[in-house]
Nanobody, 123 residues
Framework: QVQLVESGGGLVQAGGSLRLSCVAS????????MGWFRQAPGKEREFVAA???????TYADSVKGRFTISRDNAKNTVYLQMNSLKHEDTAIYYC?????????????????WGQGTQVTVSS
């Protein structure tokens, strides 16, 4: 079992930056592939970025070149650096952990979820 707690969300102007953090407890994040998802009001939860145990990363096309996912296994933390934010990035952002192998990009693949952190980008 692993518990995930996100932080770092907030209100930012378009073009600005935020860094989200996801701290894991219970198990070390190095044992999991980690991902970030987001859900805007009235929309389904969608994939944003993932990082595998071997540190391979993948991104949704909508954030590629603007967002960066990384992990610090010593701190048991995964980060999402978000630059050049747009109004359409406004959503609740969730951190998730996957016990399996591969490059997980779907919600059904993940085993554990955090409670989410709100990101609001004003236009």
């Amino acid at each position: 079992q692993v518990q995930l707690v996100e932080s770092g969300g907030g209100l930012v102007q378009a073009g600005g930056s935020l860094r989200l953090s996801c701290v894991a407890s219970g198990r070390t994040v190095s044992n999991y592939a980690m991902g970030w998802f987001r859900q805007a009001p009235g929309k389904e939860r969608e994939f944003v970025a993932a990082i595998t145990r071997s540190a391979y990363t993948t991104y949704a096309d909508s954030v590629k070149g603007r967002f960066t996912i990384s992990r610090d296994n010593a701190k048991n933390t995964v980060y999402l650096q978000m630059n050049s934010l747009k109004h359409e990035d406004t959503a609740i952002y969730y951190c998730a952990a996957d016990r399996g192998v591969g490059v997980p990009t779907t919600t059904s693949t993940y085993d554990y979820w955090g409670q989410g952190t709100q990101v609001t980008v004003s236009s």
